[in-house]
């Protein structure tokens, strides 16, 4: 009587499995695993022909207020995101606000009085998505003509 009970406990826990393995495979896929499918910068006053974008900073950042906030969208918003931001130039330091989704541009007095331009480089170190924006003191009654 024992080999038969023996047998049949067996089979159960064979069946008890097999369907543990066909309902841990149908689960769906941890939410915090979602990818970031776009970086974009919104806030630009123009763009060249290769698009990329330039915001005149002379009438904001000046020596009593020499921080910008660049704002960007991230899609989806609830995405697993590793957001890092790099400048081009010395005499600009940078901050990250991953909650609100915002660089903070903190300009040195030598780059304000140097009227230096600067491009900022937003990127997600894992899915490496990014967009730019060139920062730039630009002097009115300027124009700049493109080269044809």
Known sequence: MSKKILLVLVL????????LIAVWGTLPEN??????????IEDYDETNDDGDKFKNVIDIVNQQNNIY???????PGNA????VASASTTG?????DL??????????????NQKRTVTILIRDKLTLKYDEITLWFK??????VPDL
């Open 31 to 40: 939410p915090n695993n979602i990818e970031v499918e776009s970086l974009v």
């Open 69 to 75: 906030v660049i704002e960007y969208l991230i899609n």
């Open 80 to 83: 697993n995101k590793d957001i």
């Open 99 to 112: 909650i609100d989704n915002k660089v903070y541009v903190i300009f040195s007095l030598e780059a304000i």
């Open 12 to 19: 159960l826990f064979s069946v008890f499995s097999i369907i």
């Open 92 to 96: 600009v330091s940078l901050q990250v």
């Open 139 to 144: 002097t009115p009654g300027v124009i700049v």
